[in-house]
């Protein structure tokens, strides 16, 4: 189809202004001759159809209808290929095309970005709440080893007062407990009862009470702080020890490099005071 | 009957062969078998007006798709190819339209 479309380009351009008229002419006189002839338009197409004659005419039609039918099947095959689709596209066409790509491609790279902002924040977000639970979780473990809910081991020392003559009071006890806490104790149990912030000491014939419990001599006492700091602070003269001894009671300090209070107290939950913080 | 056959043959042709379409004559492809389409329809009312001429079938086909052809090849030269092709279409259109009723009229008598 190409090569018949091209070869007669050039030669029949000159015939261009001519076949005008002519086919004008070809179609001007069919008013005027359609009442003449006696044989009809259907018997001639008949006439024409069968039988076949390979006439001049016939041969060069056929020529020009193959050329048509090709250049249909060509086209209507290269249009109905979708890949090729943008090939008979115009340049306009093709420009107007790229350009609403690259708006589509514009709009979608924002959308891109905008779910990732949101996406980093959302991360962000739960990297904090994470980060704000595992300190919440620091922190309840060591108000929990300040309130006495949770058992703790470190470092520390050991106190026995071995009182055989009964002459250890309470205001003794509250005194070594007092100097232990000024001391840096961390956490303080005697004989099986953990001292705590309200902790309360109070005499019970011969005996001691902690907390309500009744507790007998001898009162160990485990303590867990820095042994080079509680064990001067228990010596010193005019001291805990002194005291205690001057009472007639036995007393033992001994460090250690591991202490486990493992004495608990339930958490109390407060009647009336609520946290202020939110 | 030739003449059909040629048409048949053709297309059968163009389907099988499935030739790649230069990229020079694609844009006039479409136009140039929309214009060889109108010669033919005219071609076929002239017959059964009993006026047919080889001679001015051959001419006229030709001229119709080198003129379309040329029609698109300026109109993209100035600009508004899109348009002319479209404007090229509708009067063949037209033309294609009005020789098919004069055909039908002496085929179906209607």
Redesign the interface.
């Known amino acids: 189809m190409s090569n018949e479309d091209e070869q007669p380009e050039n030669r029949l351009r000159r015939e261009l202004p001519e076949e005008v008229p002519a086919s004008a002419s070809a179609e001007a006189p069919v008013a005027e001759e359609t009442p003449a002839p006696t044989v009809t338009g259907r018997q001639r197409l008949v006439q024409g159809l069968w039988p076949p004659r390979a006439s001049r005419a016939q041969l060069i039609v056929a020529v020009l209808l193959f050329g048509l039918g090709f250049g249909l099947a060509v086209q209507v095959a290269s249009n109905s290929n979708s890949d090729s689709a943008l090939r008979g596209a115009r340049q306009e066409d093709l420009v107007r095309i790229l350009d609403e790509l690259d708006d589509r491609t514009q709009r979608l790279e924002d959308e891109k970005q905008g779910l990732q902002k949101q996406r980093d924040e959302l991360e962000n977000s739960s990297d904090q709440a994470e980060e704000a639970r595992k300190q919440t979780a620091e922190k309840e473990k060591q108000l929990g080893i300040l309130a006495g809910t949770v058992a703790a081991q470190g470092p520390g020392i050991t106190m026995t007062i071995d009182d055989t003559k009964g002459t250890v009071e309470a205001d003794m006890l509250l005194d070594a407990v007092q100097e232990l806490r000024a001391a840096g104790a961390e956490a303080i149990q005697v004989n099986g009862v953990r001292v705590v912030a309200g902790t309360y000491l109070t005499d019970s014939d011969k005996s001691v009470s902690v907390d309500g419990n009744k507790i007998n001599a001898p009162y160990r006492f485990k303590v867990i702080g820095k042994p080079q700091d509680l064990e001067p602070a228990l010596n010193i003269p005019g001291g805990v020890v002194q005291t205690l001894e001057k009472e007639q009671a036995t007393v033992t300090v001994g460090r250690s490099s591991k202490i486990v209070v493992d004495a608990l107290r339930a958490a109390k939950q407060p009647d009336y005071a609520r946290s202020s913080s939110r | ?15 099988l062969v ?2 790649e ?3 020079v ?6 136009i ?2 929309v214009a ?2 109108d010669a ?1 329809f ?2 076929l ?10 001679k ?12 379309a ?2 029609i698109v090849f300026l109109g ?1 030269k100035l600009g508004v ?2 348009q002319l092709s479209t404007g090229v279409v509708v009067v063949l259109g037209i033309r294609i339209f009005s020789n098919a009723a ?2 039908r009229r ?2 179906f008598r209607a």
């Open positions: 009957m030739i003449a059909v056959l040629g048409l048949i043959v053709g297309v059968v042709a163009g389907i499935r030739p379409v230069p990229v004559v694609e844009p006039y492809l479409p140039a078998v060889a389409l033919v005219g071609g009312r002239a017959m059964l007006d009993g006026i047919f001429d080889d001015v079938f051959v001419v006229s086909f030709l001229s119709n798709v080198v003129v052809a040329l993209d190819g899109a004069a055909i002496h085929v």
